[in-house]
Nanobody, 125 residues
Framework: VQLQASGGGLVQAGDSLTLSCVAS????????LAWFRQAPGKEREFVSA????????ATAASVKGRFTISRDNAKNTLYLQMISLKPEDTAVYYC???????????????????WGQGTLVTVSS
């Protein structure tokens, strides 16, 4: 599986941004997907997960109400819509995929064997 993330950039606090992640190499509609992020000097942390059925399965408390995960199986693309961005959202954002025949989800980075290269989001105050 290859994952290609894009959409990062430099924005101001309060702005919005949408990240995309295009997948290839596996049946996209059977992939459980997630976004993680890693700020400088910190560990990679969970942001949001979505099942292959399109259910928003879980979202981290720190971004709930501001970030929305979605997917378009016809386009093999995962999205992360981010609004009301804060300086503490500054990080490299990674999309991740796992094969999941049960239709479930995971919020653990250790469960995902496939990762995109990351896209940098910088939020200035």
């Amino acid at each position: 599986v290859q994952l290609q993330a894009s959409g990062g950039g430099l924005v101001q606090a309060g702005d919005s941004l949408t990240l995309s992640c295009v997948a290839s190499g596996l049946t996209f509609s059977r992939l459980s997907l997630a976004w993680f992020r890693q700020a400088p000097g910190k560990e990679r942390e969970f942001v949001s997960a979505i099942t292959w059925g399109g259910k928003n399965a879980a979202t981290a408390a720190s971004v709930k109400g501001r970030f929305t995960i979605s997917r378009d199986n016809a386009k093999n693309t995962l999205y992360l819509q981010m609004i009301s961005l804060k300086p503490e959202d500054t990080a490299v954002y990674y999309c991740a995929a796992r094969w999941d025949v049960s239709g479930g989800y995971s919020d653990s980075k250790h469960d995902f064997p496939y990762w995109g290269q990351g896209t940098l989001v910088t939020v200035s105050s």
